[in-house]
């Protein structure tokens, strides 16, 4: 048995410092390897919680409808209509039936803004066309053959001061008869999904040119593409050569922000009037169209309209949907820092009656960095409105030292 206090050879001492020389040597290669591991490796990033941050619920509108006939509110930008009354059948549109005229003249004989298009000659046909709507009891303007007008007066006669010798003149110069004219009206409707409309006239006078409330809101919005048809119908009145002074038979247009379209009337059948007027709501702009047909006479028609545009305007709403330093998402670092993905800027949102808000949150995970930091959007939606809302880093997050790294290194990167 060895003697455990008999001096060590020379080999077993060697051995020992060889032993010791080695462990010292893998401590130190440990450490050379360990310590840039833990204090240079990239740390794990923070994932984002969202937080649900649902708007607030708005009041229903309430759109104030006569009592009478039928009637739509459309909106610019909204699919179809935001409300209606009546009984949603076809109703006679009257004079409102030269908005079609217009648009179908237009759609062989494009006119630009401002642009006079070509000219065109007055001829006997033209003088029989007064002769023929006069005796009609329909709205007409003095003409005389070999009098020049351009297409765009042809356009401002039909439509501001409702013509209907005009409005022939206009239909028949672009399609050579009444009933080639008839004929493009038809595949324009077709076109136009306008499927409960039928014109049976350029002018309105026949009770079978007739359409429902949904289908005039579209066609005042199709109407408001056309840069000079809009302009027209939003004119008060003019002096046009040869004719003399035309007023625009809408009595609304420049109350409340009325900028057209087009009146009607029709014995036996009421007065009509196809409206459009732009608001804005909080800032926000937005550009009604509405349509009410049936009302006994013009006069109370005008009153019963001022308290549909007023109704109707209270149905529109700008929601605020973020403040500026709103919270939509939480970080939480595996070494404990906390911060928030907050909005950037202060954002609202135009929404009609109660249409939901609904709310989607981007937001990219983190690591160390400062504060304002872009991080994604919120982007809130109601109805065809849209608004994205930028976030950002609430605080910043600091790297947690050399101790926590060295001491944690399963938690880093």
Do not use: C
Request: aromatic residues 6%.
């Amino acid at each position: 048995m060895p003697n455990p206090t008999a001096p060590r050879s020379r080999a077993q001492v060697y051995r020992r410092r060889r032993i010791t020389v080695g462990v010292i040597l893998a401590l130190v290669v440990a450490l050379l390897v360990y310590l840039p591991l833990t204090l240079l490796a990239p740390l794990s990033k923070a994932s984002a919680q969202t937080i649900s941050s649902p708007a607030a619920p708005q009041a229903t509108a309430a759109p104030v409808f006569p009592g009478y006939g039928v009637g739509a509110i459309g909106a610019i930008g909204w699919d179809g209509v935001l409300a209606q009354s009546g009984d949603g059948q076809p109703h006679a549109m009257a004079s409102i039936t030269k908005i079609i005229t217009a648009l179908v003249v237009l759609e062989k004989h494009p006119l630009a803004a401002d642009e006079d298009g070509p000219s065109v000659t007055m001829t006997a046909k033209d003088v029989g066309y007064y002769s023929r709507y006069q005796a009609m009891n329909g709205s007409v303007k003095p003409v005389r053959a070999g009098a020049i007008y351009t297409e765009r007066q042809l356009l401002e006669l039909t439509l501001i001061e409702s013509a209907a010798n005009y409005a022939q003149t206009t239909a028949v110069w672009a399609y050579g008869s009444e009933e080639a004219y008839l004929a493009a009206a038809k595949d324009w409707l077709v076109a136009h999904k306008l499927t409960s409309t039928t014109v049976a006239d350029t002018i309105g006078l026949d009770p079978g040119s007739a359409s429902t409330a949904t289908d005039l809101v579209e066609l005042g919005k199709i109407a408001l593409t056309q840069p000079a048809l809009a302009q027209i119908v939003d004119t008060k009145k003019m002096d046009i050569p040869g004719v003399g002074e035309v007023e625009n038979t809408n009595y609304l247009l420049g109350h409340d922000g009325v900028d057209g379209i087009k009146t009607g009337t029709l014995d036996g059948y009421g007065a009509n009037l196809l409206f459009s007027a732009t608001w804005k709501i909080g800032g926000h702009p937005v550009r009604i169209v509405g349509v009410v047909v049936g009302a006994p006479d013009h006069r109370t028609l005008k009153g019963d309209l001022v308290n549909l545009l007023t109704t109707t305007r209270a149905g529109f709403h700008s929601v605020d949907v973020a403040a500026e330093g709103t919270a939509f998402a939480t970080y939480q670092t595996v070494w404990g820092q906390k911060s928030q993905a907050v909005a950037a800027k202060k954002e609202s949102l135009l929404v009609w009656s109660d249409t939901p808000i609904a709310v989607k949150v981007t937001a990219a995970e983190t690591g160390v960095a400062l504060k304002g930091a872009k991080l994604g959007t919120a982007v809130f939606s109601a109805g065809p409105n849209t608004v994205e809302v930028p976030l950002a880093l609430s605080k910043k997050i600091t790297d947690p030292g050399p101790w926590w790294r060295l001491s944690n290194p399963g938690s880093l990167g």
